[in-house]
């Protein structure tokens, strides 16, 4: 590998740990957060909080054509050319917008929510749920707000701060209402309310930046929003598929199952978290990829040690998740969510195609400006989910939902793979990936077979012995089979050798693998 690559790798993994170690300790608590609020309110009573904040994520999804976007596209762009009098005016047109928009979608959603209950969620009594819920589209306003300017200013401490301040408030008020006597409309309230004191808290932070920048009294606002607009338009389309996606999901649920099994479905969903925190640090290799000539040897190179080492680390975990889901379940929310355990183990099989490049090809292709077939992509996967899910959700309830989900995914996934390699031009290295599946499933063979067989007193103890027998099968058979090599350990140790905590705790590993590697080399 060139030394041109090691410094865009090495930049890449910092991006990556930083954004890890701040994207985990909010998720951290909010899982926390929704164990204790999915124990306290029962299925049912989840099914329900987790329809509140449907119909105001889709509204909030439709109202702001992109100006996010373009917040944080043009506070940069301004910054970096010292303009602070433009940084002012894109400050200042998106936050009235913003509020402007917002306030009337709120007021619109608060009239009309008994009708929004009835038509969209078809639980009419939950007229008054969406009243209370209807107050988080103007939250989001604001908080989107200030995490695009902090983005764009490149203050991503405030990111930070806003992050943290709304999951901690949220674990301690929402669990406090629901004690109280409140329910579900206390779990609402405390969602709601944990918004609102972390867009306090971000804007202090966030009137200290504004005032450095001076003051700018002029202001064309129509201009301005219809220049953000143009920019941040085809990115807020693929945005709002994403969204429509998301909370279809739940709708198409809605007019087939009961709260129970919505309730379920969403604890599955949770616990997804537990693969996603592993996908969300891989979001820096957008820059990296952005900075090696498209076409080039350099890309091919750098797109293959990419998919290697992101399936290194989420095939085996999704193996992992998938076999011990009822364990994870039951351990974390407890037995009374019988059926989440069966959603969860399907729908955690999405992340298997991260050996075939599904965490990496995304950012390969916006970072070589490729943006329209990432469009592409997110529209196949709602053209093929509608009436999927629809007709599989209607004979099979939420896993019919669930398999609709995978097939869909699965369909954008082969055009994503198809646009890498006659689009871009990368290829790729079956041999690692295969070699990856093969030491995962041999690895997660002998707790199937024990798992029925070996009982604990309780689950906690089986997740702990069954991961550790799983790591260590997992690292052993790596170097064994040749899924890795001395040269991969030598470049992980090299990507992580300035951090040293990370590097501290992944040490004892790279030297077992090193170890073996040696011992097969010397055998041989």
């Known amino acids: 590998m060139t030394e041109s690559l090691e410094d865009i790798a090495e930049t890449s993994v910092r991006g990556s740990l930083f954004l890890f170690i701040g994207y985990f300790s909010s998720l951290v608590i909010l899982a926390i957060g929704s164990i204790i609020v999915a124990r306290l309110l029962g299925p049912d009573g ?7 904040f449907v119909v105001p994520t889709l509204v909030y999804g439709l109202i702001d054509p992109g100006v996010g976007s373009a917040l944080t596209r043009f506070c940069a762009k301004f910054n970096s050319e010292g303009r602070k009098d433009l940084v002012i005016q894109s400050l200042k047109t998106a936050f009235l ?6 306030a009337t979608a709120t007021i619109v959603c608060f009239v009309y929510s008994d009708q929004l209950a009835g038509y969209i969620l078809n639980r009419p009594d939950m007229g008054f749920i969406v009243k209370a819920s209807s107050l988080m589209v103007l939250a989001q306003a604001f908080f989107t707000f200030l995490t695009d300017s902090f983005g764009g200013l490149d203050r991503m401490e405030g990111n930070t701060l806003v992050m943290v301040v709304e999951a901690i408030t949220k674990i301690i008020l929402s669990p406090m209402l629901i004690l109280i006597g409140f ?26 930046i504004y005032r450095a920048l001076g003051n700018n ?65 891989f979001v820096s290799l957008f820059p990296a990829f952005s900075k090696v000539r498209p076409g080039s040897v350099e890309l091919n190179h750098l797109f293959k040690m990419s998919v290697k080492y992101t399936a290194l680390l989420i095939v085996p975990a999704t193996v992992l998740v998938s076999v011990l889901a009822r364990d994870v379940v039951f351990t974390l929310y407890g037995r009374i969510y019988t059926q989440a355990p069966i959603f969860l183990s399907i729908s955690v099989l999405t992340y298997l195609y991260a050996g075939l490049g599904s965490i990496v090809i995304p950012h390969l292709l916006n970072g070589t400006s490729n943006t329209r077939l990432s469009l592409y992509s997110s529209v196949i996967n709602f053209t ?26 699965t369909f954008s996934f082969a055009f994503c793979l198809w646009a890498a390699v006659r689009k871009v031009g990368v290829s790729f290295d079956f041999k690692s990936s295969s070699l990856i599946y093969l030491a995962s499933i041999l690895s997660v063979l002998p ?22 027998l799983f790591l260590f099968l997992y690292i052993t058979l790596l170097p064994v089979i040749g899924a890795i090599s001395i040269s991969d350990v030598e470049t992980i140790r090299g990507l992580f050798k300035k951090f040293k905590f990370i590097g501290s705790l992944m040490e004892p590993v790279l030297d077992y693998e090193l170890r073996l590697l040696y011992k097969i080399h010397k055998s041989n």
Do not use: C
């Open 217 to 281: 009294s002029s202001l064309n606002f129509l201009h301005n929003v219809k220049e953000m607009v143009s920019y941040g338009f085809p990115l807020y389309l693929s945005s709002l598929i994403g969204t429509v996606f998301n909370q279809l999901q739940l709708l198409i649920l809605a007019f087939f199952v009961s709260n129970i099994e919505i309730g379920n479905f969403n604890v599955a969903v949770r616990l997804l978290t537990l693969v996603s925190v592993l996908v969300f640090p």
């Open 447 to 468: 707790i199937v077979f024990l798992l029925p067989i070996v009982q604990f007193p309780h689950r906690v103890f089986a997740l702990i012995t069954f991961g550790l």
């Open 183 to 208: 329910g579900v409309l206390g779990a609402v309230s405390g969602h709601i309310l944990s918004y609102f004191f972390a867009i306090l808290a971000g804007g202090f932070f966030f009137m200290g």
């Open 384 to 409: 093929v989910f509608l009436p999927l899910a629809y007709f599989l959700t209607s004979n099979y309830l939420v896993v019919g939902l669930v398999i609709a989900i995978l097939i869909s995914n």
């Open 97 to 102: 917008f913003k509020t402007m928009v917002a």
């Open 46 to 52: 989840y099914g329900v909080f987790s329809l509140a």
